[in-house]
């Protein structure tokens, strides 16, 4: 099979529908749990876990690295490390989401790009919870990653792999599963939520006084607070003008927890602006 009948084969709409599945009922079960079983303790300890699972699996890992090979991975420790936490996020797997990553920068803000927003409130309601237009992601941005042996071996295995930590939690204590899983992948949600809906609208710019301070060729734009919030990816308007960065300090002179971390993970001294 080539590897393009492969990628056709294996981005399939049925996936992409598993993983929606999964992130509507972890969002239920995490407001069924506030609501019959709450406790103020775990869900500290979940939103911190949260923060710590958005920063390496969602901005180092699936960003960073696997949609835009802005750093090598040091060793295949910190490989396997970055691809197991990416994968917990619920984000699909790491070809999935790197495919609709690129196809998004390739097309931002125009009618081919699959998290574009419209005057449509219930089509950028569905963008906030993650339901993108699928047929408008090609798997040909992506043809690189299925030669990594690595990732192949994570997109295969995805639920497999996806499963282990919240069933290890749930023969410990079932509510362990809502607080010290859900409640991160809830954080990493809202994360990329953030990045598909906020950073993207103009009416939210104004609201949040978000910053364009590189680039006016599409609509996203910088926020101080959402930098805070989500580890550096509030830059987000730096990372469109240059999308091969690791680390936006080096780009506006701020700093960003995410890029000095995959500045210490990654073999290269310098990301290269020529990424994808």
Excluded at 171 to 193: D, K, R
Excluded at 201 to 230: A, I, N, R
Excluded at 247 to 267: P, Q, T, V
């Amino acid at each position: 099979m080539s590897i393009l009948n492969y990628l056709k084969n294996k981005l399939s709409i049925a996936n992409y529908n598993r993983v929606r599945i999964a992130q509507a009922t972890i969002y239920l079960l995490v407001i069924a749990t506030l609501v019959m079983n709450f406790d103020i303790g775990l869900l500290l300890t979940g939103i911190v876990l949260g923060y710590i699972l958005f920063t390496l699996g969602v901005s180092v890992s699936l960003h960073k690295w696997v949609s835009h090979r802005a750093l090598d991975p040091r060793n295949r420790l910190v490989k396997h490390l970055l691809l197991f936490l990416g994968t917990l996020t619920t984000l699909g797997t790491p070809i999935e989401f790197a495919a609709g990553h690129r196809t998004h920068h390739k097309y931002s803000d125009t009618d081919q790009d699959p998290f574009a927003l419209t005057d449509s409130w219930v089509h950028n309601i569905k963008l906030w919870f993650l339901w993108v237009e699928t047929d408008r992601i090609n798997p040909r941005v992506v043809i690189d990653l299925v030669k990594d042996k690595d990732i192949k071996f994570y997109h295969n295995n995805y639920w497999k792999i996806w499963a282990l930590y919240p069933l290890t939690l749930s023969l410990i204590n079932p509510v362990l599963v809502v607080y010290l899983f859900a409640v991160p992948v809830v954080y990493c949600l809202l994360g990329m939520s953030w990045v598909t809906v906020i950073a993207h609208s103009e009416t939210l710019q104004q609201w949040f006084k978000g910053t364009k301070p590189h680039s006016e060729k599409d609509l996203s734009w910088d926020s101080v607070l959402f930098t805070w919030l989500f580890a550096g990816e509030g830059y987000h308007e730096t990372h469109h003008a240059h999308p091969g960065e690791r680390n936006y300090s080096k780009r506006n002179n701020r700093f960003d927890l995410s890029g000095e971390i995959a500045d210490l993970l990654s073999k290269r001294v310098s990301s290269a602006d020529t990424r994808p």
